[in-house]
């Protein structure tokens, strides 16, 4: 059975704070997700290029493919850094830090309980329709 919120001793405003904190936490999640996105697609991207590198070549553009090779695609995508790198550090030192965070408040605040509000908004959905039935 879910825990029940109403059982743990929260203040409205904690309540609060934990809901805003999770769905904070579930948006940094999202935006790893972009993170992800960007790196395959800048990926993709590089591909393509290598690809145009050999196809420039083998229309007899050294010059234009000798550029593309040693200057364009092994640049990092952000001040020197490949997308991989970008990522790693995302999520090992990010996003690791503020799903510890929100850990250790949720530990404190409510129990370890997670979803406060949601569980709240169900148990009462659920007995509202069962008064209504």
């Known amino acids: 059975m879910s825990p029940n919120p109403d059982d ?3 203040s409205e405003p904690e309540r609060e704070a934990l809901h805003d904190l999770q769905v904070g936490i579930e948006y940094v999640h999202r935006s790893y997700g972009s993170l992800l996105e960007f790196h395959h697609h800048l990926g993709h991207a590089m591909d393509r290029m290598s690809d145009a590198e050999d196809a420039l070549r083998a229309a007899g553009h050294e010059e234009w493919a000798d550029e593309l090779r040693d200057d364009h695609l092994p640049a ?6 490949w ?3 970008l990522v790693e ?3 090992t030192e990010f996003l690791a830090d503020v799903d510890a965070f929100e850990d250790e408040v949720r530990e404190e605040v409510a129990d370890g309980v997670d979803h406060v509000t949601e569980r709240r908004q169900k148990r009462r959905l659920r007995e509202r329709a069962r008064r209504d039935e």
């Open 8 to 10: 743990l001793e929260l």
């Open 76 to 81: 990092g995508a952000v001040s020197d850094q």
């Open 83 to 85: 997308t991989f790198e």
């Open 89 to 91: 550090e995302f999520s």
